[in-house]
């Protein structure tokens, strides 16, 4: 039965939709905001070069990745509701104004406004995870938890083609700016009134619902103060010291490489080299993502079916992230011996590139957990704000490759550059990877358990 517990979870969705379209639509907006003349010519723009694009595109990433650790940290110890439907709410409003900003302050405001935007959203996937664990009912946590981080995908699907139309009609890439950000001003509104930290505070659940939820959480909840200051000793030194953690580290980062720049450099691509106008270019460059939405699904099935039938979870894992960075890889290398007007078999490449990609949520992305459940926040905390890092090198680095936007040679060595970043991240992984609890998931206990094995062996020898 449809409870509170799935409007939470659906509010949940469209704000990962929204919050991915605004970072979306930036992609599909720089290139007629670079130059008009890609979409309507009679929109003002700034004549910016590539490495100025790729600096505008990389800015949200600076305020995403200061803020992400401490997000985690306010959701706990205040209010996950309130975090993020504030912090939306003010990423809507940046997002509105951002066409202002570019008119009177140019390429310095634009900058500022977008590292606004990421300060401001970092916080969606730690009060994501923060809401689950109040919300979800353990027997319905996949499912919930799915639905509500399918909005990234989703959000880029649906982002591309509608910025694309936008940037292409009569009120141009302006009003990319204006759509998303109101929705985005809409959605925290409705959040902060229809949204909840816990069953507990929700002004309109049903009694049967909210026992139903609170009896489910008990067991998990229920710990005892022992329990409680274990987890709150986190074993620093040995996360950083562990080797499956570094391959963890090095494989997420390669992952942010490759699919950051296919991500914001697919629109420049499709409009400099195969002449796209920007309207079509948008709807194209949706289509990897389309792919690769449907293909998770797919891939995450097979995983589930694969461990019932006996395989071992680092197996899986391994699995799943070579399909989704070797795959990859050998498409972005095939990029170069496409013909000058090869343009369908250029997109065929994309879409398997992209689409392909989708196994790295069996893979890498999921690996935090099975190392250490109890330390897999702050695990993927770490390497996300790593990876986010590599981010941002990755878009300036194409920036500083790619001087000249209609020039093959040069986008395929952004495309070569990613195939061996995807390549050698994967190998790492499938190298030093496991699938197993660290023993440090439970410090304590393995201090006092070889303690004890001491006291044993003593008493053995006297």
């Given at each position: 039965t449809l409870g509170i517990?799935?409007?939470?979870v659906t509010l949940l969705f469209l704000g990962t939709t929204i919050g991915y379209s605004v970072r979306v639509g930036m992609s599909v907006a720089v290139v007629p905001m670079a130059n008009a003349?890609?979409?309507n010519p009679d929109i003002e723009d700034y004549g910016w070069t590539k490495q100025q694009k790729d600096l505008v595109l990389s800015s949200f990433t600076w305020g995403y990745v200061v803020t992400m650790v401490p997000s985690g940290y306010i959701a706990d110890v205040w209010s996950a509701q309130k975090l993020l439907g504030i912090g939306l709410l003010?990423?809507?409003i940046l997002q509105v104004l951002t066409p202002t900003f570019a008119h009177y302050g140019g390429l310095e405001a634009v900058l500022a406004c977008r590292i606004g935007m990421g300060l401001t959203q970092a916080c969606l996937y730690p009060c994501i995870q923060t809401f689950l664990s109040k919300w979800a009912p353990p027997a319905e946590r996949a499912r919930l938890g799915t639905l509500a981080n399918a909005g990234s995908q989703f959000g880029t699907v649906i982002a591309m083609p509608i910025a694309g139309l936008l940037a292409a009609s009569s009120s141009g890439w302006p009003s990319i700016?204006?759509?998303?950000?109101v929705l985005m001003i809409i959605w925290s509104i409705a959040?902060?009134?229809?949204?909840?930290?816990a069953p507990s505070s929700h002004h309109s659940i049903s009694l049967e619902e909210r026992m139903y939820i609170e009896e489910s959480l008990r067991t998990i909840e229920a710990k005892s103060d022992d329990e409680v200051k274990q987890k709150l000793k986190i074993p620093w030194k040995q996360i950083f010291t562990s080797i499956p953690m570094w391959a963890i580290i090095i494989t997420h980062s390669a992952q942010n490489w490759g699919s950051t720049t296919l991500l914001t450099e697919i629109p420049s691509y499709m409009t400099s080299v195969l002449n796209f106008k920007i309207g079509a270019s948008g709807v194209i460059s949706a289509l990897p993502y389309l792919t690769q939405w449907v293909l998770c699904l797919v891939i995450s099935f097979l995983s589930d079916f694969a461990l019932t039938k006996g395989a071992s979870r680092g197996t899986i894992r391994k699995i799943s992230n070579t399909v989704a960075q070797w795959c990859p890889a050998i498409a972005l290398a095939c990029m170069s011996v496409v013909p000058a007007d090869g343009y369908i078999w250029a997109i065929a490449i994309l879409v398997l590139a992209v689409g392909l990609n989708a196994g790295v949520f069996c893979g890498v992305l999921i690996n935090h957990i099975d190392l250490s459940p109890n330390f897999a926040g702050t695990m993927m905390s770490i390497t996300n704000c790593i990876a986010n890092v590599i981010s941002i090198i990755a878009l300036l680095t194409c920036g500083v490759?790619?001087?000249d936007e209609s020039s093959v040679y040069q986008w395929n060595i952004v495309f070569y550059i990613s195939a061996a970043i995807f390549f050698l991240g994967n190998l790492?992984?499938?190298?030093f990877g496991?699938?197993?609890v660290q023993w440090w998931n439970e410090p304590e206990a393995q201090q006092s358990r070889q303690k004890q094995r001491g006291n044993e062996e003593n008493k053995t020898h006297t």
């Open positions: 517990r799935h409007l939470q003349s890609t979409a003010l990423c809507g700016f204006y759509l998303f950000g959040f902060l009134y229809f949204g909840a930290d490759i790619i001087t790492v992984f499938v190298i496991k699938g197993e």
